[in-house]
């Protein structure tokens, strides 16, 4: 499915995720990449080295999460947009995720968003948080989401500007 669609099953993203104890610890990066080509802007964006080295640069990422903080500064930096941050402990009831964003308008903190998965379906609504769009990161915006603490690792995408009325 994924080779076909793009979309990973869920077994391809069992491969990527850390254990239950790591996410409760707080946020860390989610690194949905599955295709080995020559890339690894991530790898040099980390400030705390949490990415393995690459040996050959059509390797896949292979991410510490002992070292990664979920600081997001490797978000913006990677061109397939396949970087995401979690955390489980934002809010008792609710859980933030920060996305890589190229859509225009961007949101502002505050702006309620329609939430997508992976697929572009519709999950539910989601909170803009903040917004970080500094030049450095060259036009790719990371938006931080605050979404019901289930669908954390659903929600990736959001629909900016389309209020409940307007649907
Ligand atoms: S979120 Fe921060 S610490 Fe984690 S991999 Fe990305 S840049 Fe490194
Ligand atoms: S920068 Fe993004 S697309 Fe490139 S190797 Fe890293 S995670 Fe994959």
């Known amino acids: 499915m994924l080779a076909k669609t793009g979309i990973p099953t869920p077994d391809d993203l069992s491969s990527k995720l850390p254990s239950e104890e790591r996410l409760q610890q707080g946020p860390v990066a989610i690194v949905e990449c599955f295709t080995p080509i020559p890339c690894d802007p991530c790898y040099h964006s980390c400030p705390f080295k949490a990415f393995q080295v690459f040996q050959d640069i ?30 489980y402990t934002y809010q008792p009831d609710r859980g933030l995720i920060k996305i890589p964003y190229e859509f225009l308008p961007l949101p502002v903190a505050g702006t309620e968003v329609i939430t997508l998965n992976r697929s572009g379906e519709e999950i539910g609504q989601g909170s803009v948080v903040r917004v970080q769009n500094p030049l450095s990161f060259d036009k790719t915006a990371v938006v931080w989401v605050a979404v019901p603490l289930t669908e954390v690792m659903a929600v990736r995408h959001i629909k900016v500007g389309v209020g409940p009325d307007e649907r």
């Open 58 to 87: 059509n390797d896949l990422p292979v991410l510490d999460f002992t070292k990664c903080t979920g600081c997001g500064a490797c978000i913006a930096h990677c061109p397939g947009l396949a970087i995401f941050v979690v955390d």
